[in-house]
Structures are given as structure tokens and as C-alpha cells.
């Protein structure tokens, strides 16, 4: 089957492309990129007005399933994930069970090759039922399948632990990939500790509680000559720290996500205790977000993940201090990114599709991120001038929470391709996935 896609823009950070081109794929793979491809296809698409990246690349989402299923599952998250333009996604380890064996990592991937619409890479547990205590079967769960380890949603509290998980996992050849939280200095933090949490009586979370577990991870890495991948970094000193650390030659990597980006901790106030605003780490104040904008524009920040984390509306249909946190953001991110990122002014397209796709496939080291000839062909078309308003009733995710909607945006994926297949077409997902 051959598919020739005529007269995009083609922005492909991973090999310095930035033009308008053709791009023709052959049996899945991309065959050739090149100006004026005059060649017999099966199909011709025109592309024209149309910006056509690599499909974008999440490293840090929850799909629920097994045991959660009435929040989110493998066929819902990842019809959800194409219309958001992302074509391979790592989910984490909170599923019930927990993805602490490789019988639980063989069901996801089984389950996500069968029926999901985008490539799926499970996140194995770090710990036996995200406990805390004994090490998972690090070795087993990579021949399974995952690609590295995570207890996600819970802190690993116990330094010489997290010193145990990073040596076993390098071992493997895979990372852990950390949330940095002390849940004693949290002690039920619902919203970002300060004038606003003051001013709304909610009892607040204090950055601190963030920043301490960025300061061991990165003295582990140090003192042991180990790597490290910082989940959901969120405030102001976390990233100055990381930001030093590179500069000393530290192997540490981090994220932040979407949210951070878009939204402060006075949304919680201007949205009058909206739950849709909970978040775990907590939306923080402009000063931390400006932080992470810079972050991410001079490389302290390596990638953009989502962490998304949708949830029941009855979860969140409750008193903010009783609300599940989480945002369900793989339908927002790009736009999100794009409004806060590029349309600012603060970066480059070209650099803001560098955070989404290459480089976070590189510090898990994924088959993805790129439009190189012989690559899979993972592609995202997007209209970067299309606006519209946020309507999370239209989300393709079971999980409707989000404090975005009726935002307007600029810019929206059009097309998805995962293998060379249309997954998701002019607004619509392939008729494969429906109910």
C-alpha cells in the first residue's frame, strides 16, 4: 500500500526538516520526504495549508486499565491520544492490579496491539504494589514489555529504595521515572500552599514538599553515577536545581506538563473551586510558571508530557478537598502548548514538536519521534490557524475533567496516521475503533 501525502509544511526535528514537502509511505514506513514526489499511489492526500509532524510522543499518561476501566481503558485513552495527535504513549503502573509482574505488562501490550488506535509502551511498577517496600520484577517486566519503572501516583519515600530501584533498573537498560513528592510535608495539600489557598481556606501544598525528592534524585544520580527521569516538574526551584545539576554533568532528565503551562493556582479561585483544577503536583503561581517556560526554552526541561489522569465525573463532582486529582489532557495538549509556547512568543514550532516527539522517544529510548526514511509512519497533521473552543464533551477519553473547557485555542490536529493508517480523519476516529 502505497499513501503519498502532497504539499504539507513537514516539520521533523530529528533531522532539521522544515519545509514544504511531500511525504510518501510505503507499507507503514516512511519511503521518501522530498519536494514534488511524482510517483503511482493507492492514495493521494493534499496537504496543502496542513502542518505534518512526527506523531507526537507521551511518556507519561494514566489509561486505567486493567481494574479501572469505568475511568478509562486502552481502546477509550488511546482513540482519545490520536484525536490529541500523539501516535505512542507510556502508561503508567496504578492500574488494578498493579503492573508490578509481567502478566499485567503481556496484557496491556496484547490488549493495546489488538485493539488500541496508537502505540502503547506499559511503565512497569517500581515496587511491589507501589508500596514502597520490595522491588518488582524490574527484569521480568522489561522481557514483557515495559520500558521502565514508575510508581507514579505514590512517592518513593524511602531513599535508600529509590537507590535500589535506580541500580536494578540501569541493570535493565531502563530508567525510573520518578514523583518527587514528601508526603508528610504535603499532609493533605489540595491546591498550591499560599495567598490563595489562604484566601479560599483550603489547605495548601507547599513547593518544598516537590523540591526535596528533586534534591535526592539528583544527589543519587551524582553520588552513584546513576540517571534519573523527574516526573511533573512544577515549581520554580525544581527546575533551577535541575538546571544546575545538568551543568555539572548530572544524568538527570525531567518533564512538566500542559497544565502548568496554561494554568495557575488562581484558576482555582477564578473558577470558584472548580475540581477540574486538581492536580497532583498542584497548579502553582505565575512566578513558577514563567520558570518552566524558561525551562523548557533553554533545554533545563527535556520534554512535555501530559500525565494524563482522567477520572469518573462522580470523583470529581464532590468538595474540592475530597476530589480525585487530575486532568484528563490528551486532547488539550498540543493546543495548550501551542497557545502558551509558540503563539507567546516564548519558542519556536519547531522547538515546542522537539518536546513533544523526539526527545521524549529518546529518554525512553522509543522507536518513535521521527519521519526518517524507513521509520514507522506516526504522523500528525495539524491546522495551526484553525480557533475553537475547548468542549470536553466532544473527548474521545471517558474522563471529561478538565478546568480547560470553553477555552478558546488556536490550532488543531486534523489527521492522525499510526503505521501509515489513518487512525483519526478530519475529525473523526477510524471507523475500526467505534463502539
Not at 488494578?96 to 509481567?102: E, I
Not at 525544581?238 to 484558576?267: N, Q
Not at 473547557?405 to 499510526?418: E, I, N, S, W, Y
Request: glycine residues 8%; hydrophobic residues 40%; negative net charge.
Amino acid at each position: 500500500m502505497k499513501l503519498l501525502i502532497k504539499g504539507a509544511h513537514v516539520i521533523d526535528p530529528s533531522q532539521e526538516i522544515d519545509d514544504v514537502l511531500d511525504v510518501l509511505i510505503e507499507e507503514g514506513k516512511i519511503a521518501q520526504i522530498a519536494p514534488n514526489i511524482d510517483c503511482s499511489s493507492d492514495e493521494v492526500t493534499d496537504a496543502s495549508g496542513l502542518t505534518l509532524i512526527p506523531g507526537l510522543v507521551d511518556i507519561h499518561c494514566h489509561l486505567r486499565d486493567p481494574g479501572l476501566e469505568y475511568k478509562e481503558d486502552i481502546v477509550s485513552g488511546t482513540k482519545a491520544a490520536a484525536r490529541g495527535g500523539f501516535t505512542s504513549v507510556c502508561c503508567m503502573a496504578n492500574t488494578k492490579p498493579v503492573a508490578d509482574n509481567p502478566a499485567v505488562i503481556a496484557y496491556i501490550r496484547d490488549k493495546a496491539k489488538n485493539e488500541g488506535a496508537v502505540h502503547v509502551y506499559p511503565i512497569g511498577a517500581a515496587s511491589k504494589g507501589l508500596e514502597g517496600k520490595e522491588l518488582a520484577e524490574i527484569g521480568e517486566m522489561k522481557r514483557a514489555g515495559a520500558v521502565a519503572i514508575s510508581d507514579d501516583g505514590k512517592p518513593i519515600m524511602n531513599t535508600g529504595f529509590m537507590r535500589l530501584a535506580m541500580e536494578y533498573a540501569a541493570d535493565f537498560g531502563l530508567k525510573v521515572l520518578d514523583h518527587c513528592e514528601d508526603s508528610g510535608l504535603v499532609d493533605g495539600g489540595v491546591m498550591n500552599e499560599g495567598y490563595v489557598s489562604t484566601k479560599l481556606g483550603l489547605r495548601g501544598s507547599v513547593n518544598v514538599a516537590e523540591e526535596i525528592h528533586v534534591a535526592r534524585d539528583i544527589l543519587l544520580c551524582e553520588q552513584y553515577g546513576l540517571s534519573a527521569h523527574i516526573c511533573h516538574v512544577s515549581t520554580k526551584r525544581s527546575v533551577e536545581m535541575v538546571r544546575l545539576a545538568k551543568k555539572r554533568g548530572i544524568k538527570i532528565t525531567c518533564e512538566t506538563a500542559p497544565h502548568y503551562l496554561a494554568a495557575t493556582d488562581i484558576w482555582v479561585a477564578e473558577k470558584e473551586y472548580d475540581t477540574a483544577t486538581r492536580v497532583n503536583p498542584p497548579l502553582r503561581t505565575k512566578e513558577d510558571q514563567e520558570e518552566l517556560i524558561k525551562g523548557l526554552c533553554d533545554g533545563t526541561i527535556d520534554c512535555i508530557a501530559t500525565d494524563h489522569a482522567p477520572h469518573h465525573q462522580d470523583e470529581k463532582m464532590v468538595e474540592y478537598d475530597l476530589a480525585a486529582s487530575g486532568i484528563s489532557g490528551f486532547e488539550t495538549a498540543f493546543q495548550l502548548c501551542y497557545q502558551a509556547l509558540v503563539l507567546s512568543g516564548k519558542m519556536e514550532l519547531n522547538q515546542l514538536i522537539r518536546l513533544m516527539t523526539v526527545q521524549p522517544a529518546q529518554i525512553l529510548n522509543l522507536p518513535a519521534g521521527t519521519l526518517a526514511v524507513g521509520a514507522a509512519a506516526d504522523i500528525a497533521l495539524v491546522d495551526l490557524d484553525c480557533e475553537q473552543t475547548i468542549r470536553v464533551e466532544d473527548f474521545l477519553s471517558k474522563g471529561k475533567n478538565s478546568p480547560f473547557a470553553g477555552m478558546a485555542v488556536t490550532g488543531r490536529v486534523v489527521h492522525t496516521l499510526v503505521d501509515g493508517e489513518w487512525v483519526y480523519r478530519d475529525g473523526n476516529i477510524a471507523p475500526r475503533f467505534e463502539d
